[in-house]
């Protein structure tokens, strides 16, 4: 199956500021099946960064959208 993706300019938002994993999350809670999109979110980012690093990230991200 394959996925569509919208068209953008290229640039993703910078790493800490939460709106990749808005924007996965958002993706995430359209599929069929998906329960709980902020943990499938959370899962997703943790394999990719790692826990330590993926924490770090959400830490930044938390004191900014304050």
């Known amino acids: 199956m394959a ?3 919208k068209a ?3 640039k ?4 800490g500021t939460g709106e990749r994993f808005k924007r996965l999350r958002n993706e995430l809670a359209k599929r069929p099946g998906v329960t709980d ?5 959370a899962s ?3 394999k990719k960064y790692g826990k330590k ?5 959400a830490a930044k991200g938390r004191r900014r959208n304050r």
């Open 8 to 10: 953008t300019s290229g």
């Open 37 to 41: 999109p902020d943990a499938l979110a």
């Open 12 to 15: 993703k938002p910078p790493l």
């Open 53 to 57: 690093r993926f924490q770090e990230l």
């Open 3 to 5: 996925t569509r993706r």
């Open 44 to 46: 997703i980012g943790r």
